[in-house]
C-alpha cells in the first residue's frame, strides 16, 4: 500500500478544499498522511480517512531563518513517513515542501497551485523581482519526478512554464458537488442583487464592487450589493470594519456576516462578483455560485475566476480595476434580467463539464497511477 503525503499550509484550508483528495487516494488504497498547522481541524481530516501530523502555526512565517527550519521539519517529517509520493498545496508548502523532498531523496511529487499571490499579482519592480526569483525556483524544481498542478493555465505562463509541458496539468480548482450545490430559483427582480462573498481584504475588490455599483445606481440601474464576509484582524490588507459600515451606510451596500447556508444566499441573490485583484487560485464560491446557476460577474485579473468564466456565456469578464466597465457589466444584467438567468443555466453546465469534485478526484487519481504504477488503471 504506496503512502501519500500531503503537506498544506493550514489545516482549516485543507479541510475546507482538498477532503475530497483523501478519500479518493483512500479509494486506491493508499495510505495517507496529511501535515499542516495545527488549528484544531485534525480530527476532521482524520474522518476522512487521513492521519494527522500537526505542524507549528508559525511554521511559515516569512523570514529566511524560518524558511530554513520549515525545511528541517518538513524533511524530518518525510523521512519518518517514508511515503512514495509528496503533494503539496499551496506557495509556502511547495517552495519548502519541495526544497525538503530533494534533501530526503523523494523524487515524486506534486505540487499544486492554487494561485500564486504577489508572484501574479505584485506589480512594479517588486513584482518582477519576486516573479524572477519563483522561475527560477520553479526551474529548479522540475526534475523528472515532479508534476505541476494548476487552477489557472495563465499561472504557468507567469512562472516561464510552456503550457505544452507534459509535467504540467490543469484542474478544476478544488471542484464542487454539483449534488449539494443544485440551481436555485431567482429572486423577484428588479431589483438586481449582486453578491461578493469572500474574505474582506483589500486585495479581493470589495472597494471596486462598492464603487461599481454606485456607478452603476447613478446611472439608474436599480441594483442592490451585499457584502458576506469578515475582514481578517490579523492582516494588514483587511478592509477596516469602519470602512466596512461607511459602505454599509450607502443606497443599495449592505454588510453580511459569513454564513454556510449558500443556498439561502442564492435563493436572495442574483449573480456574484467578484473583481479580485490577481493572484488567487479558483475559489471555491466560485464554483459553488456557478453550480447553484448564477453567472458570474470577474475581473480579468482574477485568477482562476477569469479563466474559468466565458465571456457573455457564463457571465461576464471585464477589467476590474476601471469600476467604470464594471458597472457596464451590471447595467447589462440589471437590464436583461432573462440574460442572467441564462448565463446561470450556462455557468451549471460548464462546472458538469470538468468542474465537478468527482472529476477532479479522478484527475488525480490518474495522475498517482501515472506516477506510481502506470501499468495499474486509476
Not at 529548479?140 to 503550457?163: H, Y
Not at 443544485?182 to 483589500?202: H, N, V
Request: hydrophobic letters at 50%.
Amino acid at each position: 500500500m504506496a503512502r501519500l503525503l500531503f503537506i498544506g499550509t493550514q489545516d482549516w484550508l485543507f479541510a475546507r478544499h482538498h477532503l475530497p483528495l483523501v478519500r479518493a487516494a483512500r479509494e486506491r488504497d493508499h495510505d495517507v498522511v496529511v501535515a499542516a498547522a495545527d488549528h484544531g481541524q485534525g480530527a476532521r481530516i482524520a474522518a476522512a480517512g487521513a492521519r494527522f501530523v500537526p505542524l507549528d502555526p508559525g511554521l511559515w512565517r516569512n523570514h529566511p531563518v524560518a524558511f530554513v527550519r520549515c525545511v528541517g521539519i518538513l524533511r524530518r517529517i518525510m523521512l519518518e513517513q517514508a511515503p512514495a509520493l509528496v503533494q503539496l498545496h499551496g506557495v509556502r508548502a511547495a517552495l519548502a515542501g519541495s526544497a525538503a523532498a530533494r534533501l530526503a531523496a523523494i523524487p515524486r511529487r506534486i505540487v499544486s497551485v492554487n494561485g500564486l499571490g504577489i508572484v501574479s499579482a505584485g506589480t512594479g519592480l517588486p513584482g518582477d523581482g519576486v516573479r524572477a526569483l519563483a522561475r527560477m525556483l520553479t526551474g529548479a524544481a522540475m526534475t523528472g519526478g515532479t508534476r505541476l498542478v494548476f487552477d489557472n493555465p495563465a499561472d504557468a505562463a507567469v512562472l516561464g512554464l510552456d503550457p505544452a509541458n507534459p509535467a504540467l496539468r490543469i484542474t478544476g480548482g478544488a471542484g464542487v458537488d454539483p449534488l449539494i450545490h443544485m440551481p436555485e430559483p431567482m429572486p423577484w427582480s428588479p431589483p438586481l442583487k449582486l453578491a461578493f462573498i469572500s474574505p474582506l481584504l483589500w486585495a479581493h475588490g470589495p472597494g471596486l464592487a462598492v464603487d461599481a455599483v454606485a456607478k452603476a445606481r447613478a446611472a439608474g440601474a436599480d441594483v442592490m450589493l451585499s457584502l458576506i464576509g469578515a475582514p481578517w484582524p490579523a492582516s494588514r490588507k483587511a478592509v477596516p470594519e469602519s470602512t466596512l459600515e461607511g459602505w454599509s451606510s450607502q443606497p443599495g451596500i449592505g454588510w453580511f456576516a459569513p454564513t454556510t447556508d449558500m443556498a439561502q444566499v442564492w435563493r436572495q441573490h442574483h449573480a456574484l462578483i467578484l473583481p479580485s485583484g490577481g493572484g488567487d487560485g479558483l475559489p471555491a464560491i466560485a464554483l459553488q455560485a456557478a453550480a447553484s446557476a448564477r453567472p458570474l460577474i470577474v475581473s480579468s485579473s482574477a485568477g482562476g475566476s477569469a479563466g474559468f468564466v466565458r465571456d457573455g456565456v457564463d457571465g461576464r469578464v471585464v477589467d476590474g480595476s476601471d469600476p467604470e466597465a464594471l458597472a457596464q457589466a451590471i447595467i447589462q444584467f440589471a437590464r436583461a434580467p432573462a440574460l442572467v438567468e441564462r448565463m446561470g443555466r450556462s455557468a451549471r453546465e460548464h462546472v458538469l463539464n470538468g468542474y465537478t469534485e468527482r472529476q477532479v478526484m479522478d484527475a488525480f487519481k490518474r495522475l498517482w497511477a501515472e506516477m506510481l504504477d502506470p501499468d495499474r488503471p486509476a
